[in-house]
Nanobody, 123 residues
Framework: QVQLVESGGALVQAGGSLRLSCTVS????????MGWFRQAPGKERDFVAA???????LYEDSVHGRFTISRNNAKNTVYLQMSALKPEDTAVYFC?????????????????WGQGTQVTVSS
């Protein structure tokens, strides 16, 4: 069974940086499209960034230029490097895998999900 495990969430001051990791067990990681989503308290789960099997990337407008998504197929891991963090970035961050290999801003296009990791940005 494919499992996704996120790590790297923490409490950080505004302006700081964090790197989230998501490791995928089982399956053919190199063929998956991978995405990061986030959910703040009382809000819907929102798209953050995605990368397809060919390393083409897609970002939500508010994180473009501050966040970078990347993948290491040898380690079955996708990363989200976050910099210039703002209090509004505070949320639980979820990793997702699309068996289609594509990327999408739509959560329902993803096949597998992790449990999430908390990112808190203090002002």
């Amino acid at each position: 069974q494919v499992q996704l495990v996120e790590s790297g969430g923490a409490l950080v001051q505004a302006g700081g940086s964090l790197r989230l990791s998501c490791t995928v067990s089982e399956g053919t990681f190199s063929s998956y499209g991978m995405g990061w989503f986030r959910q703040a308290p009382g809000k819907e789960r929102d798209f953050v960034a995605a990368i397809n099997w060919a390393n083409t990337t897609l970002y939500e407008d508010s994180v473009h230029g501050r966040f970078t998504i990347s993948r290491n197929n040898a380690k079955n891991t996708v990363y989200l490097q976050m910099s210039a963090l703002k209090p509004e970035d505070t949320a639980v961050y979820f990793c997702a895998a699309a068996a289609s290999g594509s990327y999408s801003q739509r959560w329902y296009m993803y096949t597998y999900w992790g449990q999430g990791t908390q990112v808190t940005v203090s002002s």
